[in-house]
C-alpha cells in the first residue's frame, strides 16, 4: 500500500510567528557571554526542545527538527505513522483518528504535525526557558570541569572575593570561582578581599545540587597542602621542569616543617642543589611564599640508611640500623640531638617515617647503650636489624674525630659526606688514601651524590692541608 503523508501546520494566523533573526543574533550573544560556541548553544538549544516534545508526546515520539540561522529557519515535525492498532501512541496514531485531521489519511500513511515554537503553552515555554538554562550551565560546568581537572596540582593565580567569618575563602580564578577552606589555609595568614594569593589545585568535583538536582562545579584549593610546595618547585626549578630531577615523594606538617625526596636522572646534575639554586636563590622565593616554613629536602639513594639519616635533620644521627625486609629502622642519636630528631609532639620523625614509608624507632646511644647490656635485648636487636654489638662496641673504645673537626669544609659539603656515610676524619682519609696511597682518588668522592670533581678536588686540598699523611714503604 502506497504511504502519504499529510502536513497540519498548527499555527495561530493573527500571529506572524517569532522573529527568527532577532533570536539567533540572542543565542549568538549568548555563546559569547558564556564562553561557548554558537554550534554548542544551538545543539543544547535543540536538545531542550526534543526534552520538552518528549514530555508532550511521549519519550518515543517521532520528532525532526530544522535548525538553519543563516536562512532564519526553526522548523520543528512530529511525526505519527498510521496504523490499525496502535500499540505506541508516541509514534502511531489509528486510521480513526487520523481521518480527524485529515479526510484522507490511510493506514501506511503518515501524519506529519508541525510545531510552532510560539503557539507553545505557558508552561511549555516555561519549560522550555528553564530547560534550556538549566542544559547550558551543565554544559559550561562540564567544560570548566575538563579543563580544571587537567589543572589538579597545579599552582594558580586566585583573586579574593570573600570569606565568612574565620571559615572558607571564595576566590575568583577568571572563568570560575573556587574555596579555600578553613582546613587548607595557613595559619594566621589574612584575606582581604581583593588581595591575589598562589594556591595548589587539590581537588576538582562535579556534582548534582541535593536541592535543586542542578549540576555544580566545586574546585578546591589549598596553601597547607604539600602539593603546594611540590607546586612551588616545579615553577621555580627549570630541572623539575624538564624531567632531569623528580619529586619521588613529599610530606609537610603546614607551619612547621616540609620534607621532600628527590632524585637526578642525570649523573651531573645534583638534585639537591638544582632545588636550592646558587646561592639559595630558588628555595628562598618559595620560602617566602610559604612564611619560612622549615624545608628539608632528601637526596635519594640506593642506601635506605643514608636517606634516614638525611630525613631525620635537623638532627644528627650516630647509627642507623635497616630492617629492609619490614620497613624497619633502628636510629640512634646523641642524647642531646634525641630532641630534634623527635621534635615538637613527634612531628619531625612522623614526617621522616611518611616521607620514607619507613617506622622509625628513635633512640638515644645512652638508650642504645643500656638496652645493649640485657643478653635478651641485644639478641633481639641483633636478629631484628642485623646489629653487629662487638663491633659497636669496639667502635666506642676507639673513637673517630668528627668530620665536622676538618677546618675548612663548609656546611653543605659536610652534609653530603655524611649523607655518603662518611662522618669521621678517619673514613675521609681512608677513602681518599687507600692502602697509603699518597696521591687522593678523589673519583670515588665524585660517586657520593651532589659532590663534582671540582668540589671533590677542593676536599682533597682541605684534607691534605690539615692531615698528616703516611705513606707505606715500598720493599726494595
Known sequence: MATKETEIKKTNKKDKGPDLKAFYEDLRNLASTKNLTFEQVLEVFKSTLISVLNKKYGPNSNIDIKIDPNNNILDIFVHFNVVDKVKSSDYEMSLEDAKKIDPNAKIGGTITIVENIDNFTRVGTFNIKNTFKNRLKDLENEIIYNEFIEKKGEIVTAQILYSKGNKDVHVSLGKTDAILPKSEQLAKEKYPPGKHIKAVIKDVILRKDPKTKDSEILIILSRSSPLFVAG?????????????????NIVREAGFRTKMLVKSNRMDVDAVGACVGVRGTRIQ????????EKIDIVNSSSNPANIISQA????????VHVDTGNKEALVIVPDYEFNKALGPGGKNVRLASMLLNYKINLKTE???REEMSSPEAKARLEALFHVNTSEAEESEEEEETPITELPGLTKRVIEL????GIKSVEQLVEILYPEGSSQPNIEVLQKIPGINKNMAEYIAKIVSESVEIEESEEEE
Do not use: C, M, W, Y
Not at 623539575?240 to 619529586?247: M, N
Not at 659526606?417 to 655518603?420: D, T
Open 232 to 248: 612551588l618547585f616545579k615553577e621555580e626549578v627549570p630541572e623539575i621542569q624538564d624531567g632531569i630531577v623528580e619529586i619521588v
Open 285 to 292: 622565593s618559595i620560602l617566602r611564599e610559604i612564611h619560612n
Open 312 to 319: 631525620l635533620n635537623p638532627a644528627r644521627v650516630t647509627e
Open 366 to 368: 645512652k638508650e642504645f
Open 417 to 420: 659526606l655524611e649523607a655518603g
